[in-house]
């Protein structure tokens, strides 16, 4: 077990898990080195600086900088626990492939400094299996090292699987009193990093073996995917009925037993709009539910984005407000996000016509080059916009008075208005 003295430790990827993970490691006394691939980034952390918006992280990133407990660098050193938290993104060729090769990639960088008595900790989503192959790298690589699950005796080197559990908004909280699980290639792994984790987490840790920590990562998001499939599939049969699919839910939602979740534009992010598809991969010929969930979800954002169209082609002078481009309220990250994919498609159909409202936004992301688009303030929208497109629940929006709206053609796919 790891005593409380002074560890060094590395984060492999230094974006909206890496970078809150290694601040939390860094105050909790931890010597942090966060590695990511961005020159931009490594500048940015090491004057004390933050890239992402996250609720608290600017302050933390510069004190424990300035204490010299976080730097940053493009190269990874040696160290006694490396976190790998890279992306895990899938092919948008239909197939939805995993692509765990930012993953692996890492894992080559690590094996160069590997000694005896470290240890390695995955915290990407990743498919059933990952772990396992990141263990291979290292075999690959390091010879001299005897590997966990592949040698007699006792291994040098620890490997384990420990996915976060956070909230965008509230990853530095969640980061510490959310329960985690840390799954093992063998038992002796995972209690090496559960002594690690419970330098900095008060919640409970529960210690599995890593492939089934992979896939409890994976349920996790594909239940709550489910979940959201069914409300947003009600909301379009109601919108084919012409009944309010808010008032339908609420009155559902007064039965005891029943707990129906909020439609919207679709599902978003680099969770619940992707790890399904690593279940689905997995298991094609079983994974049924799940996937229709997804392909369901999916249909949601083209079914808003056609709603839309209409409005748009019935009034054909008409401006158009898309207020939000988020995955969901109130923070920066556009991954994978419905909103920003139906914002742009109106764009490239529209152009000049549609006026983008996004609050955590400095400058329209890249789809919407050559549109004629602009990105405008929420006043702007009001005065100028014939028709509002309400696509993310951020509090800028919910706080606008029914009267500044009442001159508006108003789509709302959140229900904050209803």
Known sequence: ???????????????????????VMARAGCKVQGVDVSQNVVDTI???EVHIEEVDLDGLVQAVVNDGLLTASLEVEESDVFVIAVPTPFSHDGKHTPDISYILQAAEKVAGVLKKGDCVILESTSPVGTTEKMRDVFAEKRPDLAMPGLCEGTPDISIAYCPERVLPGRILEELIHNDRSIGGITPRCARKALAFYKRFVKGECVVTDARSAEMTKLVENAFRDVNIAFANELSMIADKQGLDVWEVIRLANRHPRVNVLQPGPGVGGHCIAVDPWFIVHGAPDEANI??????????????????AKVLAEENPDAKIGCLGLAFKANIDDFRESPALEIAANLARDYNERVQIVEPYAHELPDEFAGTGAQLIDIDEALEDCDILLLLVDHDVFKAIPAEERSDKIVYDTRGVWS
């Open 1 to 23: 077990m790891l005593k409380k003295t002074t560890l060094n430790a590395s984060v492999i990827g230094l974006g909206y898990i890496g970078l809150p993970t290694s601040a």
């Open 46 to 48: 090491n004057r004390g």
């Open 290 to 307: 799940i996937r229709q969930a997804r392909e369901t979800n999916d249909a949601k954002m083209h079914h808003v984005l056609a709603r």
